[in-house]
């Protein structure tokens, strides 16, 4: 029985342990936006798109602590990718990368308090007050 513990043990280590949560792309009720399409998602949070589907302007907002998981899911990037891509992109003046949120609680503030603001949370930390518009998944 040990043995069977430790080889448990061993398979979670090396998979990076259990399985991770989906990642929710929220935006505020008075957005105008019901719904997201991954493509649209990676065009805002990637700097190709400025507007929100329904015109407003978008302000997307990344979460530092679920990052790289994001770009991961969204885009099959690393964070060493994606940062390059911002330097390149501000360096030649063409574009500024989404405002930088520590927490979830700082998202779900920003989120709530402008009907721009478009973020990502794990989904186990949605709250009612925030709309989820596109649900990633690992």
């Not at 448990?8 to 090396?14: D, E, Q, V």
């Not at 979460?63 to 998981?69: D, E, F, Q, S, V």
């Amino acid at each position: 029985m040990t043995r069977f513990r430790y080889l448990i043990a061993a398979s979670l280590l090396l998979t990076g342990g259990l399985a991770q949560a989906d990642i929710a792309v929220v935006a505020n009720a008075h957005s105008g936006v019901s719904q997201l399409s991954r493509s649209d998602a990676i065009n805002i949070f990637m700097g190709r798109y400025r507007k929100l589907p329904g015109g407003a302007l978008a302000l997307p907002i990344d979460l530092a602590p679920l990052k790289a998981r994001f770009y991961q899911v969204l885009v099959n990037k690393d964070l060493a990718e994606i940062n390059s891509y911002w330097a390149r992109l501000v360096f030649s003046g063409q574009g500024t990368p989404p405002q930088q949120a520590d927490t979830t609680t700082e998202v779900t503030a920003l989120v709530l308090h402008n009907p721009s603001a478009l973020g990502y949370v794990d989904i186990d930390h949605v709250t009612p007050e925030l709309h989820v518009v596109l649900v990633l998944h690992e």
